[in-house]
């Protein structure tokens, strides 16, 4: 069937599989109380919004052919920064004064995706290497601005970015939905989506072509670098402090496990931004779902990886041949009569 030849199909079968198990072992699946969703389904959109932001942001980097090692660190810093500045306002509740905090440290997270970019499309770095750089040197950053210790805020705009419901309907889920929607406007309704793919599938070429492979791949950074600072802050807001340590520790591997379970090419050149949120919201709730069917805690990993590979070979072309070829019907031999 031509259905199941769609490299979405599998992601989206076994993400319903799962919501239909979550359904029987959770005790309130989907719930209204003061005007507000509750449940495990709620639980999971708004807990796959800051992978879904990251994963975002990765697609463009990989689409383009590199990858972006450091999102994790520079959610670290996203949420340090904030935090450290909310902590010093005179009053942590005044709107105005902590929007401008957010928006201050979604420009830093710019900022050091800017760098990546320079470093990658400039410098001429390969793109592990750069942004391995500030994976590794980000992390003890968000530690000096945090003096490693955790920074608590009382900030009631600023934990609404993460706790929040707006239409009845989490504020975190309704960020990542309006920057998927954004990206999608501006990648699939403007040309910049196929100038993505021809720097992706040669950058040599597009230069020749008259496109500007460098200013685009530096973008695509910068785009990673907000976006992974704006999923800090989302989580920085959840806990309304700042672990320099543990947030966004090792979220590039949910972020580019993601962005392939959604059907973007690690080559670059072709991408996928509906596949991306596809397989950010399949990630959280395969995580959500190792909890509620009772896996054992060390085991979960393991229980995760499986599952994992399970899908990425439905989604291998050559594997489906291999196993479910041989159990298609082959068209009789007629015998001829001689004359």
């Given at each position: 069937m031509t259905i199941l030849k769609n490299r979405l199909f599998w992601p989206i079968a076994i993400l319903v599989a799962m919501l239909i198990v979550n359904v029987f072992t959770s005790h309130q699946f989907l719930t209204i109380h003061d005007g507000h969703l509750f449940g495990t389904l709620i639980d999971i959109i708004r807990g796959s919004a800051p992978l879904m932001l990251v994963a975002l942001g990765m697609t463009l980097v990989i689409s383009t052919g590199?990858?972006?090692?450091?999102?994790?660190?520079?959610?670290?810093?996203?949420?340090?920064?904030?935090?450290?500045?909310?902590?010093?306002?005179?009053?942590?509740?005044?709107?105005?004064?902590?929007?401008?905090?957010?928006?201050?440290?979604?420009?830093?997270?710019?900022?050091?995706?800017?760098?990546?970019?320079?470093?990658?499309?400039?410098?001429?770095?390969?793109?592990?290497?750069?942004?391995?750089?500030?994976?590794?040197?980000?992390?003890?950053?968000a530690q000096l601005i945090t003096d490693g210790q955790i920074i608590n805020v009382q900030s009631s705009p600023y934990a609404t970015i993460a706790t929040g419901f707006f239409l009845t309907l989490p504020v975190a889920f309704l960020i990542a939905m309006a920057a998927v929607a954004l990206t999608?406007?501006?990648?699939?309704?403007?040309?910049?989506?196929?100038?993505?793919?021809?720097?992706?599938?040669?950058?040599?070429?597009?230069?020749?072509?008259?496109?500007?492979?460098?200013?685009?791949?530096?973008?695509?950074?910068?785009?990673?670098?907000?976006?992974?600072?704006?999923?800090?802050?989302?989580?920085?807001?959840?806990?309304?402090?700042?672990?320099?340590?543990?947030?966004?520790?090792?979220?590039?591997?949910?972020?580019?496990?993601?962005?392939?379970?959604?059907?973007?090419?690690l080559i670059g050149g072709r991408f996928s931004i509906i596949g991306t949120v596809i397989g950010a919201i399949l990630i959280q709730t395969l995580t959500v779902t190792v909890v509620g069917i009772g896996v054992p805690a060390k085991a979960t990993l393991l229980f995760k990886a499986v599952i994992?590979?399970?899908?990425?070979?439905?989604?291998?072309?050559?594997?489906?041949?291999?196993?479910?070829?041989?159990?298609?019907?082959?068209p009789a031999v007629r015998a001829e009569v001689p004359a």
């Open positions: 590199g990858i972006d090692l450091s999102v994790g660190s520079v959610m670290a810093i996203s949420g340090a920064v904030a935090c450290l500045l909310i902590k010093d306002l005179s009053d942590q509740n005044a709107i105005g004064a902590v929007l401008l905090i957010v928006l201050v440290a979604i420009a830093v997270s710019a900022l050091l995706g800017l760098w990546n970019g320079a470093l990658v499309a400039v410098v001429g770095i390969q793109p592990i290497i750069a942004t391995l750089i500030l994976m590794v040197a980000g992390r003890g950053l999608t406007v501006l990648t699939r309704r403007t040309a910049l989506g196929l100038l993505l793919e021809s720097v992706g599938g040669s950058p040599s070429a597009s230069r020749l072509a008259g496109i500007r492979a460098r200013r685009i791949t530096v973008m695509v950074y910068i785009v990673s670098g907000a976006f992974a600072g704006l999923a800090g802050l989302i989580v920085s807001a959840d806990i309304k402090s700042a672990d320099s340590i543990h947030a966004g520790n090792l979220i590039e591997l949910d972020a580019i496990l993601a962005v392939v379970i959604g059907g973007t090419a994992v590979v399970a899908l990425c070979l439905s989604q291998s072309p050559v594997f489906r041949e291999k196993v479910f070829g041989r159990f298609k019907s082959r």
